[in-house]
Antibody
């Protein structure tokens, strides 16, 4: 059974940093691209970042480019998102998601998410 | 950047057909995915690559995509289908992934 479990969220002041983790199980982690998607409470989904199966390619939304860094450790079956220079607008639930198939950009499954609250 | 436009809400009676649209410039040239999200839960993929269904998703869920509009169709709607639905594409021009704003399906 494919499972994704996020951790690392919390309350943080503006300008500070946080690192999120996503532990994967039930599939060959090193074979699939992975994504981070966030959702502001009560609002819609926003794509944040993506990484290729081997970590060689990384992509970022304009809103986080230069502040967030996506990475992975295939030996630990874990995906990461380093959040720097946090802003109140970054407050959201952050989900990790697995690319469904090598040739499809669909995301399945998703983790339950971890809440990041940026507040002074 | 590429923009996907969804109606904020759609209402339908049980047993009827719900159609949720997703508009985008020449979206017919892209592969569209659809997700269902119920309150307090993570999104679930219900249709991918315009019209394919993941295993475990009922045949009542189907998708189509042409021109500037993609459509998620839910036949014989049930109370349990009440949820938010999001469309999603990869924009090759920017190497960015994009979500629509979401549509709340209400079963009357």
């Amino acid at each position: 059974q494919v499972q994704l479990v996020e951790s690392g969220g919390g309350v943080v002041q503006p300008g500070r940093s946080l690192r999120l983790s996503c532990e994967a199980s039930g599939f060959t982690f090193s074979s699939f691209g992975m994504h981070w998607v966030r959702q502001t409470p009560g609002k819609g989904l926003e794509w944040v970042a993506a990484i290729s199966y081997d970590g060689s390619e990384k992509y970022y939304a304009d809103s986080v480019e230069g502040r967030f860094t996506i990475s992975r450790d295939n030996s630990k079956n874990t995906l990461y998102l380093q959040l720097n220079s946090l802003r109140t607008a970054d407050t959201a639930v952050y989900h990790c998601a697995k690319r469904l198939l090598e040739w499809s950009h669909a995301l399945d499954p998703w983790g339950q998410g971890t809440l990041v609250a940026v507040s002074s | 950047s590429y923009v996907l436009t969804q109606p904020p809400s759609v209402s339908v009676a049980p047993g009827q057909t719900a159609r949720i649209t997703c508009g985008g410039n020449n979206i017919g040239s892209k592969s569209v995915n659809w997700y269902q999200q119920k309150p307090g839960q993570a999104p679930v993929l219900v249709v991918y690559d315009d019209s394919d269904r993941p295993s475990g998703i009922p045949e009542r869920f189907s998708g189509s995509n042409s021109g500037n509009t993609a459509t998620l169709t839910i036949s014989r709607v049930e109370a349990g289908d009440e949820a938010d639905y999001y469309c999603h594409v990869w924009d090759s021009g920017s190497d960015h992934w994009v979500f629509g704003g979401g549509t709340t399906l209400t079963v009357l």
